[in-house]
C-alpha cells in the first residue's frame, strides 16, 4: 500500500495535491480496527472540515474497516484528503464477494459467528456506506479481494 | 441533563469517568448491532448496549455519543477500559436489563 499513489486519480480536479493517508488493515484484528477511521476523523477535525461530513467519512472508513478485518484477509486503506472532498480507497486481499447486489442488500450478512459475537453482522455496513458517501464503487475478484473507492464531498 | 448529573443520580455503576462530563445527554439510544448503532444512534445521546468490546468504542466515538452504558452486567475488559480513558469516552454500567437501564436515563431526561 506504499507504492506510488495511483496516478488515473481523478485528473479533471487534480489541481489541488491531495493530503495521502495509508493505513495498513490486519485481519482478525477486531481490538485495532477503527483506529484508522479514528485518525482521519481526527486530522479532518484539525483541517477544520464541517461535522456532518466528518461524520459520514467516519463512518464509510469504519464500516469499510471492519470489513477488510471480518470478512478478508486485511489490506491496505489510502485516505486523499482535498479541498472539497475525501477519496477512501479500501483494497483488501480476501474471498471477494460473491454477489454485490445482495451484499449491498440491508440485511444480508455472511459474518462469522465470532464477528456477531462482537456485535457485527446486521448486514447494514455496505448499505451505511452507500448512504453516506456521494459516490461509492466496488471492484471485487472472486479468490483474490475487494477495492472498495467511497468520495465524500463536503 | 448532563453526564455528571446522570453520574451524580447514582443509579449507574462508573466505569470510566475521564471524558467530557459537562456534555448534555440529548436523548437516549438503544442497540447492540454496531453498524445499525453507527448509522442511527444520535450525537449526544446515551447509548445503552450489552456490547463491551474495543468496537462499541470505535462506535461510540465516531457517533460522538454523550456516553456508554453497559446493561445486563456487561463488563469491558482491561483492553477496551483503557481505550476508554484514553479516547475519553464515559462508561457507565447497570445491572438492568436494557430497556429498564434506558428508561432509567429517559425518566431522568424527561424531567
Ligand atoms: N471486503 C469484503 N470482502 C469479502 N466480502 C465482503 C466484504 N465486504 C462485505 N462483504 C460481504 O458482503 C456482506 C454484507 O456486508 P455488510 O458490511 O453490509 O454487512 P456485514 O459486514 O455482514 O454486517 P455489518 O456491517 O452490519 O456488521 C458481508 O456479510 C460479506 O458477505
Ligand atoms: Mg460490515
Redesign the interface.
Known sequence: MNDALDSGASPENGSDEPLVLDYTVVKDDFTRAGEASGDVKKKLRMAGINPAAIRKVSICMYEGEINMVIHADGGGIRVEIYGDRVRMILKDKGPGIKDVDKAMQAGWSTASEEARNLGFGAGMGLPNMKKNSDSMDIQTVIGTGTTVTMVVNY | MTVKDLIDSGEFKIINDEGDTAAEITDVFCC?????A??HAP?GSAWV?V?A???????A????VSCVILAEKAEMDE?ALSKARQ?EIIVLATDKPIFKAALTVYGKLAK
Open positions: 447492540d448491532l454496531l453498524s445499525v453507527m448509522a450525537g448496549t456490547m468490546n474495543m468496537n462499541t468504542l470505535a462506535v466515538s465516531l457517533t460522538g483492553m479516547q
